[in-house]
């Protein structure tokens, strides 16, 4: 479809239309998810700051706090609340899967009766699970007489598993199941962690001192990620076109002019670990680095090619075609090639070492026949 364009033409066929139509759905995509966690992470330093604010904030009756049985408000969550009244122990439930401290246990949830006669169900501590998992290690019962009790409110908690109370075990805190179990009038918005008095002498880990923190950077770092790949979207759609433009404008000796520019920077640039590495295994450095194309490919199995280390390369004299031709052998050629280097000059050196002397005592025995020739026999019996 591009074959015989020239220039930036090519886009707009359809094939790269299509591809920017991609890569803007792409963008839009990952621009609402980035959106999305800019909003979590807005939410939740909204939370943290309204937790830090209600743990501050001076408690007040809980009567004031919730009116009537089913008032409660997001806000309240965590604030402080008193009431006076007893512990109704008959009514005490088990939380199951509560960790503390990477421990899992039971959070033991205990109902409040008021002196108005309504009941409030709260959170006295955690107990550790027995071995098995499925039974509190002990059921500490809530101590007996008038309290001044002071405890944190949550929200009426979303049903999980099954729900249902299960020999007095709950999955949850949800108040829709629990109240009418309860009694008839029980508080069925609202439920609360106690502060004080403190349970840890029935046993019981406390629940939360400090205001809880929900995580806020890693809602940013998200965003991030995700506008980070909307750019890589784009860089590579914009990479992708950049390459057909070069590819179907090769013969443009603008664009040629500019590919060898390319070139000379390349090849100005230092090596590099990869192009090291290529040279100490194959003995050569991809010509891509200098004249834009890839060096020849070595076939899987095939041994590397010799270094330029100094080596003597075997000359292979066994071919058929070299053996019927005469061969004028050099006095430094004895069945091998040298290649330059620092092993191949000194075998170089000790072969021409070798040849000049075999030249040299050649004309001292020439000269010598010659004299016994010419000597008369009292000179030749005086040699002898």
């Not at 909204?46 to 049985?69: G, I, K, R």
């Not at 809602?219 to 914009?238: A, D, K, P, R, T």
């Not at 000194?346 to 000597?375: I, K, L, V, Y």
Request: aromatic content about 8%.
């Amino acid at each position: 479809m591009t074959e015989g364009l020239t220039g930036w033409q090519f886009l707009r066929t359809g094939r790269w239309i299509a591809y920017f139509a991609a890569a803007v759905v792409f963008a839009l995509i990952c621009g609402g998810l980035a959106l999305w966690q800019y909003d979590r992470g807005r939410q939740a330093s909204a939370d943290n700051h309204l937790y830090s604010a209600n743990f501050a904030a001076e408690t007040v009756p809980l009567t004031t706090a919730l009116p009537t049985l089913t008032s409660y408000s997001p806000n309240q969550v965590w604030r402080a609340v008193s009431m006076r009244g007893h512990w109704d122990a008959g009514h005490q439930y088990y939380l199951r899967n509560s960790v503390r401290s990477g421990e899992t246990g039971f959070d033991v949830i205990t109902a409040f009766r008021l002196e108005s006669g309504a009941m409030f169900l709260v959170d006295r501590g955690w107990v550790a699970a027995s071995g098995s998992g499925a039974e509190p290690v002990s059921r500490p019962q809530p101590p007996t007489g008038t309290v001044d009790l002071v405890a944190r409110l949550q929200a009426s908690q979303a049903k999980r598993g099954e729900g249902g109370v299960n020999a007095n075990q709950i999955e949850s805190v949800d108040l829709s199941e629990l109240a009418p179990v309860v009694g008839e009038r029980v508080y069925s918005a609202a439920w609360g962690v106690i502060v004080s008095p403190r349970s840890s002498a029935e046993g019981l880990a406390r629940i939360q001192a400090t205001p809880p923190a929900e995580g806020v950077g890693y809602h940013y770092s998200y965003m991030i990620q995700w506008l980070m790949f909307v750019l890589i979207g784009f860089f590579v759609l914009w990479r992708a076109a950049v390459r057909e433009f070069r590819r179907l404008n090769a013969d443009d000796p603008e664009e040629q002019r500019r590919e060898a520019e390319r070139v000379r920077k390349r090849a100005r640039k230092a090596f590099t670990d990869e192009e090291i590495e290529d040279e100490s295994l194959d003995g050569y450095v991809s010509l891509s680095r200098w004249m834009g194309r890839a060096g020849p490919a070595i076939e899987p199995g095939a041994a590397p090619k010799p270094a330029l280390t100094g080596t003597p390369i075997p000359f292979d004299a066994s071919d058929e075609d070299d053996q019927q031709k005469p061969i004028e052998e050099h006095p430094s050629q004895h069945g091998h090639v040298l290649v330059l280097g620092a092993s191949g000059s000194r075998a170089g050196e000790d072969e021409h070492a070798e040849t000049d002397s075999r030249a040299t005592d050649a004309p001292e025995s020439a000269e010598s026949a010659a004299t016994s020739q010419n000597a008369g026999p009292d000179e030749a019996d005086e040699r002898r």
